[in-house]
């Protein structure tokens, strides 16, 4: 998998990765991944359904991954958080 086809989801609106999914596809990608942690993971879930029953109609979920991260937060001690990979293909 090419970092290319690869959207992470952040703090923006669900309809920029929405977006950014779309475009990928359009651009002749056959596989791409969302991914997400913590409270973007929600998001992750909203981009993949709207582009699935909205834009895409012909594209399917593959894969969906679930792991958690450890992170070392700035006071020096260690968080542990959830993260997403939700795999689309056309």
């Known amino acids: 998998m090419s970092e290319e086809n690869i ?53 399917q979920i593959k894969d969906i991954r679930i792991s958690t991260e450890t992170l070392e937060r700035e006071e020096g001690t260690q968080a542990s958080v959830s993260s997403i990979e939700i795999e689309m293909t056309r």
């Open 7 to 59: 959207v992470y989801i952040g703090k923006k609106p669900a309809m920029n990765y929405v977006l950014a999914v779309v475009t990928q596809f359009n651009s002749g990608s056959d596989s791409i991944v969302i991914k997400a942690r913590g409270r973007a993971i929600s998001r992750a879930v909203d981009t993949a359904e709207i582009v699935r029953n909205r834009f895409v109609t012909d594209a």
